[in-house]
């Protein structure tokens, strides 16, 4: 049995400027610090954030200092790494320019320990330098169920943070990160948490746990090549695949449908290919027209 009750995971790559701050919202929750294993995976960084994060190791018996193997991979597969270096029962990723609150860890633990479920998510706060606010649907506490999905299915819950998961069931559902490349990983990630856990989740849309730093070198400004964008369209029709062999109702497979068509009308014109980006939204709309006949051959 572990001596730590929650793994937090922390993929670093050059934020060297970030990360202290962060260290230190773990630092002052209202959780036990001492009951928290912090794991951090440095992704090859080359602006001196290894640097700070060795001193951390060595101030701290339960701060874990990892490189990711076979050079530079990305935050997905450094928090695959992460999750396979854990030892505590719940997991929470955090980046390593995002901020905690006091609260957060303290919250989210004692609901998922309370009520046995798979997962807790919150809302959070958004920072662009000179303002943050939160981002909310003003849902409040819900207890979501297997059966139907679709208050999730929400821009608002689509990223791994701000969210404590129970570490079982990420294995035993075989539950991981696309490791390929930097875009939509985290995506796909959360959407499949979401669908497949049977155990029920709870949503605190009214709690900001965490302050999201939105930075302009942040990975959205990636450009996609023609073979990164044919991988994200086949792993994002198995996504809404699954959700259907699931048993997710029309409605959800519907909504999650037409928040990939929105984020499609930037994300894919990033791409060097832009009859690509046509055969996207055709792929897409397809899908949409033929979800009545996929839910039939599911049933």
């Avoid at 939509?184 to 999201?212: C, H, R």
């Avoid at 994200?232 to 699931?246: A, D, F, N, Q, R």
Wanted: with cysteine; aromatic share 14%.
């Amino acid at each position: 049995m572990s001596e730590y009750k929650v793994s937090i995971i922390t993929p670093v790559y050059n934020t060297k400027d970030y990360i202290r701050n962060t260290f230190e919202s773990v630092k002052n929750q209202t959780f036990s610090f001492e009951d928290m294993e912090i794991i951090f995976i440095n992704d090859k960084s080359t602006d001196g954030s290894e640097e700070i994060l060795k001193e951390f190791e060595a101030e701290y018996d339960n701060v874990f200092l990892y490189d990711s193997l076979e050079g530079k991979k990305g935050p997905g597969a450094s928090r695959n790494y992460g999750i396979s270096k854990s030892t505590a029962d719940y997991i929470i990723f955090l980046d390593s320019d995002d901020i905690m609150k006091e609260e957060y860890v303290e919250t989210v633990y004692n609901e998922i320990t309370q009520n046995n479920v798979d997962l807790v998510k919150t809302g959070f706060d958004m920072n662009l330098g000179e303002i943050t606010f939160p981002i909310t649907q003003n849902h409040g506490r819900v207890e979501v169920s297997h059966d139907d999905v679709s208050i999730l299915m929400d821009y608002n819950y689509f990223e791994p943070w701000c969210t404590i998961y129970r570490k079982s069931y990420l294995i035993e559902e075989n539950i991981r990160f696309l490791e390929r490349f930097n875009i939509y990983e985290s995506f796909i990630f959360a959407v499949e948490t979401i669908a497949k856990a049977k155990n029920g989740i709870i949503l605190l849309d009214d709690f900001q746990g965490q302050i999201w730093t939105v930075r302009e070198d942040g990975l959205h400004n990636k450009t996609l090549e023609k073979s990164d964008l044919e991988y994200v369209l086949h792993s994002i029709s198995e996504m809404l695949l699954m959700l259907v062999k699931e048993n997710q109702p029309p409605a959800c497979v519907e909504k999650l449908t037409k928040f990939i068509l929105s984020i499609w009308s930037y994300d894919l014109s990033l791409s060097k290919e832009p009859e690509e980006v046509i055969n996207a939204f055709c792929f897409a709309k397809g899908f949409k027209i033929n979800q009545k006949t996929m839910s039939e051959a599911f049933s």
